[in-house]
């Protein structure tokens, strides 16, 4: 809850509180926290003297195997379907088993290949976010009574919950921290004297370094945590207008009680004036618009909700969870295209990309696309039918910094080299060999020629996330040098740019400068929708576009529509808007990871390592079969794929045999 827009508005609320009664007792309960000083701070709004720190000892230590072959492991990827066989073996043989996996999509295609081996009957169950809320609760219910061998599940069971008999967690693909494998693993075993067992599956060669990293990890019982962050803004302004609601305040008072939260400790006089101004008016720029009046000065000095209206509006929009547009799946009715039993829903964008006839995989079952009623897409089963595969915005989590970290120095360390799998050993000393093996402070770029066109590979195993802002700012760079870049596609662990021009000749120390998260970074955003887009959330969150109103509910066409009009608005009228500031916040944290990218340069600083090749070397293998990958479903092909894959492998690892996927 902490590290969230949601952790904020609790602690907000907890300040609140301890305002209404002072003699409140809290308890905070963590299974994953690496410096309880934080915590402590939060839990007692800002005092951390007054809260009493209590550590549990004893009970046994995990037992967590990674799976793995001394014969086949995916060069890319991350479905992990090369063990789907294994896994069945291991649900067999347990009790309850949860099948934890990092997205929706995963989920589906998990759980519809362990059905399709599932010879034995087993009661296999499924589990995600955008399955209908009465169908999640049937499968916790079968769970808890112990009607179910497996769950293919995934955040959605995180919670610290008793589930009922679980002795077996299996992580399909990596787990991306070491707290959150914890977690995970802790939903396995509830008793203090027996071990909690788990297996992880990774899906790729990469993903095999980061399970034994984890695994490690787990081992010694450490754990990565996230930094300390500001209270949000909008989050902010959504809690002025709710104690509005409560009653009249004097500003001196609620900025004294707001700035006991831990978040907002730091929270400036000015900015939460800025705030009161905002949810009174709007700011500068909105303020002749009387919509946006929502809070009004008394003669008393006091300030209050405008009207009943206003407060109305509050109560049916309140809270800090921003769906992404969905649309609901309903099964069409037998005798006309009606709306039928709800299935659960979808994001917006991938049913605009349907077509009827189209068949995609959703709740465990393969549906065709019939056509839209409002905002019901309505479906029919098409079992025999090769699916279109849904995917989730915002599903995958970041490989957090610690286990990055642990990664890197695992590769540069050769002695740990003996306890990895055949394969990662040869990879890794044929990499030594025609390429660099960099240090955990160093960054390798390799450069190299591959089917009439010129690579810059490097390494940083800084995320997702990070890679993907680098890669847009290092091929804006590029193209002022001339070098005609065509793309790039980012890994966890790698990026691989791509152009016209040999890029080997470039300075490193110059394209990978910090310099370039000032101009390059302003003017991609300025050219990108990416701010729009987490403006939309932060006004919803903070009440300047209302998602609900009585007897209605507006469309996500329609809430993007109104939040786009006014941040054009606000752009050019007041550049410096509190909302403006919360989608700046949101977008350098969540969606570009800059933190990460900013601390990533600084540790390379001139520390480069340049690996000048005349072919795709070992460690780029992966990140190579992912350039332009598309979703592979059924055996002819997944042939097709082998078979392109080919030339790539046997480019990198000439003098290897090995057995592709």
């Known amino acids: 809850m902490v590290g969230s827009k949601r952790g904020d508005l609790l602690a907000l609320g907890l300040a609140r509180l301890r305002k209404l009664a002072p003699s409140l007792r809290a308890t905070g309960l963590s299974a994953t926290v690496p410096d309880p000083a934080p915590l402590l701070r939060y839990l007692s709004s800002g005092a951390p003297d007054a809260a009493e720190l209590i550590r549990?000892?004893?009970?046994?230590?995990?037992?967590?195997?990674?799976?793995?072959?001394?014969?086949?492991?995916?060069?890319?990827?991350?479905?992990?379907?090369?063990?789907?066989?294994?896994?069945?073996?291991?649900?067999?043989?347990?009790?309850?088993?949860?099948?934890?996996?990092?997205?929706?999509?995963?989920?589906e295609l998990t759980f519809q290949a362990l059905w399709s081996l599932n010879e034995d009957g087993l009661p296999i169950a499924l589990h995600h976010g955008s399955l209908d809320v009465e169908r999640r609760r049937k499968v916790e219910a079968a769970m808890t009574?112990?009607?179910?061998?497996?769950?293919?599940?995934?955040?959605?069971?995180?919670?610290?919950?008793?589930?009922?008999?679980?002795?077996?967690?299996?992580?399909?693909?990596?787990?991306?921290?070491?707290?959150?494998?914890?977690?995970?693993?802790?939903?396995?075993?509830?008793?203090?004297?027996?071990?909690?067992?788990?297996?992880?599956?990774?899906?790729?060669?990469?993903?095999?370094?980061?399970?034994?990293?984890?695994?490690?990890?787990v081992e010694e019982g450490a754990l990565d945590g996230e930094l300390e962050r500001q209270g949000a803004l909008d989050v902010l302004a959504q809690h002025i207008l709710g104690m509005a609601c409560a009653g009249p305040f004097a500003p001196a008072d609620l900025f004294a009680e707001v700035t006991a939260a831990a978040p907002y400790a730091g929270l400036s006089r000015d900015s939460f004036d800025r705030a009161l101004e905002f949810v009174a008016c709007g700011g500068y720029a909105l303020r002749t618009y009387d919509r946006f009046r929502r809070v009004v000065k008394g003669p008393d000095g006091l300030y209050r909700v405008r009207n009943a209206a206003a407060a109305q509006q509050y109560r049916m929009n309140v809270g800090t969870i921003v769906e992404a547009p969905a649309v609901n799946v309903r099964l069409a009715g037998k005798t006309a295209l009606r709306p039928g039993r709800k299935l659960g829903t979808l994001e917006e964008w991938f049913i605009d990309g349907l077509v009827p006839g189209d068949t995609f995989l959703f709740a465990g079952e393969i549906l065709r696309f019939e056509t839209m009623a409002g905002n019901d897409a309505l479906v029919t089963r098409a079992p025999t039918e090769q699916p279109k595969i849904p995917t989730w915005n915002g599903a995958k989590f970041p490989?957090?910094?610690?286990?990055?970290?642990?990664?890197?120095?695992?590769?540069?360390?050769?002695?740990?080299?003996?306890?990895?799998?055949l394969p990662l050993r040869e990879w890794l000393g044929l990499q030594a060999e025609v390429s660099e093996i960099p240090a955990p402070d160093e960054l390798l770029v390799e450069t190299f020629p591959y089917t009439n066109r010129f690579f810059l590979v490097c390494y940083p195993f800084d995320g997702r996330l990070a890679h993907q802002t680098l890669g847009m700012l290092l091929t804006r760079r590029l193209e002022r040098l001339g070098l005609q870049p065509l793309?790039?596609?980012?890994?966890?662990?790698?990026?691989?740019?791509?152009?016209?021009?040999?890029?080997?000749?470039?300075?490193?120390?110059?394209?990978?400068?910090?310099?370039?998260?000032?101009?390059?970074?302003?003017?991609?955003?300025?050219?990108?929708?990416?701010?729009?887009?987490?403006?939309?959330?932060?006004?919803?969150?903070?009440?300047?576009?209302?998602?609900?109103?009585?007897?209605?509910?507006?469309?996500?066409?329609?809430?993007?529509?109104?939040?786009?009009?006014?941040?054009?608005v606000l752009r050019?009228?007041?550049?410096?808007?509190?909302?403006?500031?919360?989608?700046?916040?949101?977008?350098?944290?969540?969606?570009?990871?800059?933190?990460?990218?900013?601390?990533?340069?600084?540790?390379?600083?001139?520390?480069?390592?340049?690996?000048?090749?005349?072919?795709?070397?070992?460690?780029?293998?992966?990140?190579?079969?992912?350039?332009?990958?598309?979703?592979?479903?059924?055996?002819?092909?997944?042939?097709?794929?082998?078979?392109?894959?080919?030339?790539?492998?046997?480019?990198g690892m000439r003098r290897e045999r090995l057995r592709h996927h």
């Open 487 to 568: 793309g790039f596609t980012p890994t966890e662990y790698s990026l691989s740019v791509w152009g016209r021009r040999d890029m080997g000749a470039v300075d490193l120390d110059a394209l990978f400068d910090e310099d370039m998260l000032g101009d390059d970074l302003e003017s991609w955003l300025q050219e990108s929708v990416l701010m729009k887009r987490t403006f939309r959330d932060c006004a919803v969150i903070a009440g300047l576009v209302e998602r609900r109103h009585p007897g209605q509910r507006k469309s996500g066409r329609q809430v993007s529509f109104s939040a786009d009009l006014i941040y054009e």
């Open 56 to 107: 549990a000892v004893g009970g046994a230590r995990p037992v967590v195997r990674v799976h793995h072959s001394d014969s086949r492991i995916p060069w890319s990827g991350h479905s992990a379907r090369h063990a789907f066989g294994e896994v069945y073996e291991a649900i067999r043989g347990a009790r309850l088993t949860l099948v934890f996996v990092n997205t929706r999509s995963q989920a």
């Open 399 to 421: 490989l957090t910094t610690y286990l990055a970290d642990r990664v890197r120095r695992m590769i540069a360390d050769r002695r740990s080299w003996s306890s990895m799998p």
């Open 572 to 651: 050019e009228h007041e550049p410096d808007h509190l909302l403006l500031k919360a989608a700046w916040r949101d977008a350098a944290g969540g969606f570009l990871d800059l933190a990460r990218l900013s601390a990533l340069l600084a540790r390379v600083k001139g520390r480069m390592r340049h690996a000048a090749l005349d072919r795709v070397s070992p460690l780029a293998v992966p990140v190579m079969l992912e350039i332009n990958r598309t979703t592979i479903v059924g055996e002819a092909q997944e042939a097709m794929l082998r078979e392109a894959s080919q030339a790539v492998i046997e480019e």
């Open 145 to 217: 009574r112990g009607e179910l061998r497996a769950v293919v599940c995934t955040s959605t069971l995180d919670l610290g919950i008793d589930w009922g008999d679980v002795d077996l967690v299996i992580q399909m693909g990596a787990p991306k921290g070491a707290s959150r494998l914890t977690q995970r693993i802790g939903r396995a075993n509830h008793r203090m004297d027996e071990p909690s067992l788990a297996l992880l599956i990774p899906g790729n060669r990469f993903e095999v370094l980061e399970c034994l990293a984890a695994r490690d990890a």
